[in-house]
């Protein structure tokens, strides 16, 4: 098992590091949900190591099946909260103890893409720098404190930025718009697929 990780890691590495071929494209990415569809563009001249990585879990149907299961508004974090943002979060939804299909990844900051956390943004959640693995969060207006040096997380380090919702927009506002009280929706919303767009 161990040889496996080691092997996709070198393989991740490799696809990140390739330098894009001229011509190269950005990649789409169609998420399709129960409440509707949105496209994720992402380039993996620019951030690499996370594209990449994505693009591992999108080609294997690793996010298939997963969910929109957390809304952050402004009513639903502690009055407090120093550092207030609005993102839809979604991904895998694993539970604790249960272990990520790929290893976590190097953490690529938005001080190393120049990308930041624009209205649309998509971006890794994570717990500690290179913790990532298969949970991602859509930004609702602009949130610079989750870019490198934003006060959001505590390391400073921010979050990895990797692309943005081209289409779609509004079906990401209508699930925003089903935040309440609690962040962790008691009802997630199925991700029914996740594959390259033409």
């Known amino acids: 098992m161990r040889r496996r990780q080691v092997l996709v890691v070198a393989a991740l590495t490799l696809a990140a590091t390739r330098p894009r071929a001229a011509g190269e494209a950005a990649v789409r990415t169609r998420v399709e949900t129960d409440a509707g569809a949105f496209v994720v563009e992402v380039d993996p001249a620019v951030a690499p190591i996370t594209v990449a990585h994505f693009l591992a879990h999108v080609d294997r149907g690793l996010l298939d099946g997963g969910a929109i299961y957390r809304i952050v508004t402004l009513a639903n974090q502690a009055p407090d909260t120093a550092h207030k943002i609005e993102v839809v979060q979604w991904g895998r939804g694993r539970p604790d103890g249960d272990p990520a299909p790929l290893p976590p990844i190097a953490h690529e900051t938005t001080r190393q893409t120049g990308l930041r956390h624009l209205d649309g943004t998509v971006s890794m959640a994570r717990a500690q720098p290179g913790s ?59 991700v029914r697929s996740v594959r390259r767009a033409s």
């Open 132 to 190: 990532a693995t298969a949970e991602y969060f859509v930004c609702i207006g602009d949130q610079p404190e989750l870019d490198f040096g934003g006060g959001r997380n505590p390391d400073g380090q921010g979050f990895a930025a990797f692309g943005r919702v081209t289409q779609g927009r509004e079906v990401v506002q209508a699930l925003h718009g089903r935040g309440g009280a609690k962040q962790f929706l008691d009802e997630p919303v199925p």
